[in-house]
């Protein structure tokens, strides 16, 4: 019958539309993806800060009062200029994240897999789509303790960049 021809039309309009979607949703997760501003040069350091606000390079635990995380954008011709978030994740020689909610930590989706990802703070820069260098200061309520810390910043919920800190 017309009218059973008519539906079947309108199922196959409707898969059509619903792959075009999934075409679509594809093709923005790759322009997120690529859109993603990796880092380079990601260096971390312990400081402990003396009573004049200098701070003073150091290397074992129980001394540092401060830890900088450096890093530097790198050109990335998709990403547009503006503002643009990375997130400071630093885990602890155990596999635990260090977070305290009340500092600024606080969770992101990975766009990798989509598990949430504790971070432990963030930072905002103004992007100018070149290479420039951004600093990230962590500074505890608790001691650090000794061992191998990993650090990794993530953009857009991708990981931009990875390093790793030794604490005596």
């Given at each position: 019958s017309?009218?059973?021809?008519?539906?079947?039309?309108?199922?196959?309009?409707?898969?059509d539309?619903?792959?075009?979607?999934?075409?679509?949703q594809?093709?923005?997760e790759?322009?997120?993806?690529?859109?993603?501003i990796e880092v380079?040069n990601l260096?971390?350091?312990?400081f402990?800060?003396?009573?004049?606000?200098k701070?003073?390079?150091?290397r074992?635990?129980?001394n540092i009062?401060?830890?900088?995380?450096?890093?530097s954008?790198?050109?990335?011709?998709?990403?547009?200029a503006?503002?643009?978030t990375?997130?400071l994740r630093?885990?602890?020689?155990?596999?635990e994240?260090?977070?305290?909610?009340?500092?600024?930590s606080?969770?992101?989706?990975s766009?990798?897999?989509q598990?949430?990802i504790r971070?432990?703070t963030f930072t905002?820069v103004?992007?100018?789509?070149?290479?420039?260098?951004?600093?990230i200061?962590?500074k505890?309520?608790?001691?650090?303790m000794e061992g191998?810390?990993?650090?990794?910043?993530?953009?857009?919920?991708?990981?931009?960049?990875?390093?790793t800190f030794?604490?005596?």
């Open positions: 017309q009218r059973t021809v008519l539906e079947e039309q309108n199922e196959d309009l409707l898969t539309q619903e792959r075009l979607k999934q075409k679509q594809k093709m923005l790759k322009i997120n993806r690529a859109s993603v380079q260096i971390s350091e312990g402990k800060v003396n009573n004049n606000g701070l003073r390079s150091r074992r635990a129980r009062d401060l830890l900088k995380v450096c890093f954008t790198t050109s990335n011709p998709v990403a547009q503006g503002k643009e990375f997130h630093i885990i602890n020689p155990i596999g994240t260090i977070a305290v909610e009340t500092m600024g606080g969770v992101i989706q766009q990798t897999n598990e949430l971070f432990t905002e103004d992007y100018r789509q070149k290479p420039e260098q951004y600093c200061d962590w505890p309520i608790t001691p650090f191998l810390y990993e650090i990794e910043l993530y953009n857009k919920g991708y990981r931009a960049g990875k390093t030794e604490m005596r």
